[in-house]
């Protein structure tokens, strides 16, 4: 029930002890806290592919905790701790690292997540000699490093092929989730939709708690399932979420999926309400703006009509730019904003693109090919003697090269001939994909470095 869509705190609290202890809390920036961690954790005399897979380790890891309110729903006035033992190491006004500083001025905006999931990977570590874990051995990063592994082979090599890289995640201040105000019968909005769509999921694992209709609207269904779930917890059953119950909900919420574990089951698009919220339009913010990029993504990549476009949660020029060519498509009046009916009908292709085509085995195949990182694309492309001003131009030359049909897109044709010529120079390629990652490859692609 934390925002959608993760952002980078100004500020991060730190509380200096393990979490009951009487210890002082510090408010710090949130690059300096990774600067501060970086130079705590690792040595600055390591390689620099091992120091920068430590530092986005570091990073995510601090998002995760601030993503999920893991403390703040548990009711502590901070978001982490100092305690190794629970989260990372932190010393209050120690010095840092020059190079461990630049790298960190670089990368602290940049977070590890699973393909296909939202939440900030919960990238726990340990030192791997004296103390090892599932998760990245530090020590052992220095030694893939030594052996020529770059800093994404190493995190791929300890939290798996399923990663990728968010780059330049949007910045914001931190602001509690709880709205501010109870919500009782008559209340309607994106909170009691957040409250629904939680409930729902809890109820998977507490089946007394009745499923709901996620339509923003607090009625007397909803009332009950609040106060099944309120008797479930020990919570006055009175029917109404104020902050005790809403961060009840949402603690729940993010323990069924897992969500501040290595192994999350993870918070995905799907899992949430698609139900049209209220028009939309540029300047617009928020998970519903979101949402809203995500299908207009993966459209994008089955109708050349449509650009594909990152989901950052920010309805700017781009946005506008894809809606309209979406309403152009489907024979709409071209407004730029996404009414209700333009919802519906990319709604209605989307989920028939998810459901008959990205879980197709037989269409879509794994193999091993190129990357579905921004990064190998063009890094890939680059070796073999195809760049451009962006990746699509690329991609698009290599398709004219080639004989092939030239959309500017990474799709399956392309990505098998890439991978032919790749290695035909010589290069190896061990990395499986699919064919739609989930995330585009086309202008403003930026999920890897």
Known sequence: MAQLLPYIPSFITVHLGPPNSNAE????????????????EVYPTWNENALRANILAITSFALNRVYTEFYRVRGYPFDIT???????????????????????DSLFDDYIRRVGFIE??????????????????????????AQGYGWLQILRNYYGRDIEIVADAQKADYTESYPGTAL???????????IQTALNRISQNFPAIP????????????????????????????????????YAVER?????????ELRSQGLRYEDLGWEFPEPLRVGDRGNKVGQLQYMLAVVGQFVQEVPVISADGIFGPLTRDAVIAFQRYEGFPTTGEADDRTWDALYELYSGIDNRVLDNRAAFPQFDTADTTVVNARQRLAALGYTGANL??????????????????????????ITRQYQARGYSSSTRMTQYPGTELSVGSRDSR
């Open 211 to 246: 499923k709901l209709s996620v339509d923003g609207i607090f009625g007397s269904g909803t009332e009950r399932s609040v106060r099944i779930f309120q008797q479930a917890f020990g919570l006055t059953d009175d029917g109404i979420v104020g902050r005790q119950t809403w």
């Open 120 to 145: 900030p990977l919960a990238a726990k570590f340990c030192n791997g000699t004296s103390v090892t874990c599932e998760g990245l051995s530090q020590w052992g990063s220095q030694n893939l490093a």
């Open 184 to 194: 009782r019968v008559g209340s309607r909005g994106r909170s009691v939709a957040l």
């Open 392 to 417: 699509q131009e690329a991609i698009r030359a290599f398709q004219r090269a080639n004989g092939l049909s030239v959309t500017g897109r990474l799709n399956d044709a392309t990505a098998r001939a």
């Open 252 to 260: 729940v919420y993010a323990g069924v999926l897992r969500l501040s």
């Open 82 to 104: 100092s305690s190794t033992a629970y989260d990372q190491q932190f010393y209050r006004d120690r010095n840092y690292f020059a190079n461990i500083s630049r790298l960190v």
């Open 25 to 40: 809390n510090v408010t710090v920036s949130f690059q300096d806290y990774v600067k501060n961690v970086a130079s705590s």
